[in-house]
Nanobody
Framework: QVQLVESGGGLVQAGGSLRLSCVAS????????MGWYRQAPGKQRELVAVITSGGSTNYADSAKGRFTISRDNAKSTVYLEMNSLKPEDTAVYYC??????????WGQGTQVTVSS
């Protein structure tokens, strides 16, 4: 099992920035991919960005150019730097990991609210 704890959400004005963090514990040696998803009210959960153990990244089109995902394997932590935030970025952001056996684990989520 892997446990995930997110932090860094909050209320920010449009154009502002936030940095989300997610610390993993438990069977961290098994983690292959770490990432961030988000879910806005009334919408399905969607991918924001992912990063592999080797550092390869993939972003949703909505995140490209504004968000940066990074990973500190020594600290078992994944970050999401979000800049130029828009009201449509308002959502609960969830940390997610995929382990070597194909299992997914989710954090409890952190609320990001962008005011116009």
């Amino acid at each position: 099992q892997v446990q995930l704890v997110e932090s860094g959400g909050g209320l920010v004005q449009a154009g502002g920035s936030l940095r989300l963090s997610c610390v993993a514990s438990g069977m961290i040696y098994s983690i292959e991919v770490m990432g961030w998803y988000r879910q806005a009210p009334g919408k399905q959960r969607e991918l924001v960005a992912v990063i592999t153990s080797g550092g390869s990244t993939n972003y949703a089109d909505s995140a490209k150019g504004r968000f940066t995902i990074s990973r500190d394997n020594a600290k078992s932590t994944v970050y999401l730097e979000m800049n130029s935030l828009k009201p449509e970025d308002t959502a609960v952001y969830y940390c997610n990991v995929l382990d070597r056996w194909g299992r997914r684990f989710w954090g409890q989520g952190t609320q990001v609210t962008v005011s116009s």
